[in-house]
T-cell receptor, first 114, second 113 residues
């Protein structure tokens, strides 16, 4: 079935370090791919998205490229800040059975220390 | 600019009690859904609706009921609360196509004792 697999956390980094959070997916059809971020005590909010192969989504210094050949959508940031500490969710979306099916990974907690 | 509004933010229930989690959106979205978030398991779909009067089950529907009488509102009912329903619940809405983002409420933290 359709699924999303993320690297397990927590990921602990020092400020200004490079971040990679791995995400791979399994899907029938052609999904759109998303990264959502959840700050403490809040709901999820969209960080970036890509709707077709080779698209690059970017926002707030974060980037992810839709790689169809490796079924991956890894999240990267060149220099993290303490304010990036949050839980990051990779997700895919596709139309299935007549509805918008959104499937999430388990989430990866990021902690950035000064 | 409310987006998706969930109430309450926190709730403690005794086993066997019933309650309704409220969700309202002001973006005229057709699609609304309820998820539960448990540690290490991401978000799992409970129920969803593709429009007023139309609802269907998601991945983990047992113990929950929904209805959708208006486009704006999509309440989630716990019929007889159990400790296994202790979780954080999120309501989300989106427009019809799969390429658009889902907007989430701030969540309801429910504890069943």
């Amino acid at each position: 079935g359709d699924s999303v697999t993320q690297m397990e956390g927590p990921v602990t980094l020092s400020e200004e370090a490079f971040l990679t959070i791995n995400c791979t997916y399994t899907a029938t059809g052609y999904p759109s791919l998303f990264w959502y971020v959840q700050y403490p005590g809040e709901g999820l909010q969209l960080l970036l998205k890509a709707t077709k192969a080779d698209d690059k989504g970017s926002n707030k210094g974060f980037e992810a490229t839709y790689r169809k050949e490796t079924t991956s959508f890894h999240l990267e940031k060149g220099s993290v800040q303490v304010s990036d500490s949050a839980v990051y969710f990779c997700a895919l979306s596709l139309l299935s059975g007549g509805y918008n099916k959104l499937i999430f990974g388990a989430g990866t907690r990021l902690a950035v220390h000064p | 600019n409310a987006g998706v509004t969930q109430t309450p933010k926190f709730q403690v229930l005794k086993t066997g009690q019933s309650m309704t989690l409220q969700c309202a959106q002001d973006m005229n979205h057709e699609y609304m859904s309820w998820y539960r978030q448990d540690p290490g398991m991401g978000l799992r779909l409970i129920h969803y609706s593709v429009g007023a009067g139309i609802t269907d089950q998601g991945e983990v529907p047992n113990g929950y009921n929904v209805s959708r009488s208006t486009t704006e509102d999509f309440p989630l009912r716990l019929l007889s609360a159990a400790p296994s329903q202790t979780s954080v619940y999120f309501c989300a809405s989106s427009s019809w196509t799969g390429n658009t983002e889902a907007f989430f409420g701030q969540g309801t933290r429910l504890t069943v004792v």
